[in-house]
């Protein structure tokens, strides 16, 4: 898979929107002081949309997006499966770029037209 060619089987329509929603995830962040670090760290076992800094902290952050909550929200895409892949990509991250900071996983999840909640510390690397 090419670096920018987005998620597997993905529309070049999906793939779009899908960055859409990362660049407004991203301002959203950034309107809230945290630093931009990266984007899209991407390893063999899978990606992080964003990689921030809120502080002393380093920020993995997770964009999901849900056009309508009819079958559920962006946030609750983020199961146990995905949060297990966040924190073995986040190990890697953290493997080619050493940090003292302390590290936590954050959830921005927009749905409709553009209704964003962020929610910090969604999980912990602990749990794994």
């Known amino acids: 898979m090419k670096p920018d060619s987005g998620p597997r089987n993905a529309s070049p329509r999906t793939t779009a929107i899908g960055q859409e929603k990362e660049r407004l995830a991203e301002a959203f962040l950034l309107s809230n002081q945290l630093k931009l670090i990266a984007r899209n760290h991407r390893c063999r076992f899978g990606e992080i949309d964003l990689v921030m800094r809120d502080g002393a902290v380093l920020v993995f952050v997770e964009v999901r997006y849900r056009r309508s909550v009819r079958f ?54 602990d749990t794994f």
């Open 72 to 125: 559920g929200t962006p946030a609750a895409t983020v199961d146990a499966r995905k949060q297990r892949r966040l924190a073995t990509t986040a190990r890697h991250y953290l493997k080619t770029h050493p940090t003292q900071l302390a590290c936590r996983f954050d959830v921005v999840a927009i749905s409709g037209q553009d209704t964003i909640q962020w929610i910090r510390n969604a999980f912990t690397l």
